[in-house]
């Protein structure tokens, strides 16, 4: 047995795990998994974790094949960034069954193994902020359902890329799949950038459509703005609250409504139309 171990195992509440690498390492996902799990075993009394926040690339958890017998009774408030969200359900299944908030990053898409319980309603949480690292073509059939479980909800965060989706999210779709669901709900925070494609579009809904949609929003400032590119017969519709709270801003394009960005501190651009010297100004 480890002294320190033995000495700080019960006291030690609140615990945040950094990590500081120049390369990733070989196996990182399973080293760090290991070192997860050995966290939740050790420290018993643990209530509040942050596992690694300071890098979504090199702080990834996998669940595949590896865990046995995580969980705690005890563990109200957890930061993580997983490697796809089938280790995000994971750890939604009930091994931690008094979690209250929940930050998780998923950084890939790609499906595993893993066998899920991912039908029982979590009463317990009350905070949750998702954020996807890349686009997604499930947000309909994995995010959606996933939030109708959170029937006392009172805090959502939601960060999400979509393509492959027939139709923009906009205010009504909100509205219909996640405030009128959550009925708990007082805060909610986003950002959605939804990419579809033209062929076979009959109704293509302006910028002011989609403004429209955020009409009966009264608490929120949301801005939106929609490009069509011609060239790969794409549509895209960024839509977000205030204040925006990524510390990037992706894909940006000459119809930017511009503002104020504290968090932002790394951005790209997109578009077919060459960029005129008047937006960078």
């Given at each position: 047995k480890n002294p320190l171990t033995d000495?700080?195992?019960?006291?030690?509440?609140?615990?945040?795990?950094?990590?500081?690498?120049?390369?990733?390492?070989?196996?990182?996902?399973?080293?760090?998994?290991?070192i997860f799990q050995h966290i939740i075993q050790i420290f018993i009394n643990l209530?509040?974790?942050?596992?690694?926040?300071?890098?979504?690339?090199?702080?990834?958890?996998?669940?595949?094949?590896l865990v046995r017998?995580?969980?705690?009774?005890?563990?109200?408030?957890?930061?993580?960034?997983?490697?796809?969200?089938d280790d995000c359900l994971y750890l939604l299944d009930g091994r931690f069954n008094e979690l209250r908030k929940f930050?998780?990053?998923?950084?890939?898409?790609?499906?595993?193994?893993?066998?899920?319980?991912?039908?029982?309603?979590?009463?317990?949480?009350?905070?949750?902020?998702?954020?996807?690292?890349?686009?997604?073509?499930?947000?309909?059939?994995?995010?959606?359902?996933?939030?109708?479980?959170?029937?006392n909800l009172e805090e959502l965060g939601l960060y999400v890329k979509i393509c492959e989706r027939n139709k923009f999210v906009d205010g009504h779709d909100l509205k219909k799949n996640i405030i009128n669901k959550?009925?708990?709900?007082?805060?909610i925070q986003f950002y959605f950038r939804s990419t579809i494609g033209l062929l076979n579009q009959i109704n293509l809904?302006?910028?002011?459509?989609?403004?429209?949609?955020?009409?009966?929003?009264?608490?929120?400032?949301?801005?939106?703005?929609?490009?069509?590119?011609?060239?790969?017969?794409?549509?895209?519709c960024h839509i977000y609250s205030?204040?925006?709270?990524?510390?990037?801003?992706?894909?940006?394009t000459n119809n930017f409504p511009g503002g104020l960005f504290k968090c932002v501190s790394k951005v790209s651009l997109y578009d077919e139309r060459p960029f005129q010297h008047e937006f960078f100004l």
């Open positions: 000495l700080f195992q019960n006291q030690i509440l609140s615990l945040t795990f950094n990590m500081t690498v120049n390369k990733k390492p070989d196996f990182g996902d399973l080293i760090n998994t290991i209530q509040y974790l942050n596992f690694c926040p300071s890098s979504i690339w090199y702080s990834k958890l996998s669940f595949d094949s017998d995580l969980d705690s009774s005890n563990l109200l408030e957890l930061h993580v960034t997983v490697n796809n969200c930050h998780v990053n998923i950084s890939d898409i790609h499906s595993t193994q893993l066998t899920i319980n991912n039908t029982e309603n979590l009463p317990n949480l009350k905070c949750y902020s998702l954020y996807f690292n890349v686009e997604i073509s499930a947000y309909d059939e994995l995010t959606v359902p996933l939030l109708h479980r959170m029937i959550l009925v708990r709900l007082k805060k809904p302006s910028n002011e459509d989609i403004q429209y949609t955020f009409k009966d929003f009264p608490d929120n400032h949301i801005t939106s703005y929609v490009d069509y590119f011609s060239d790969t017969q794409q549509s895209r205030h204040p925006y709270t990524l510390c990037e801003y992706y894909k940006i």
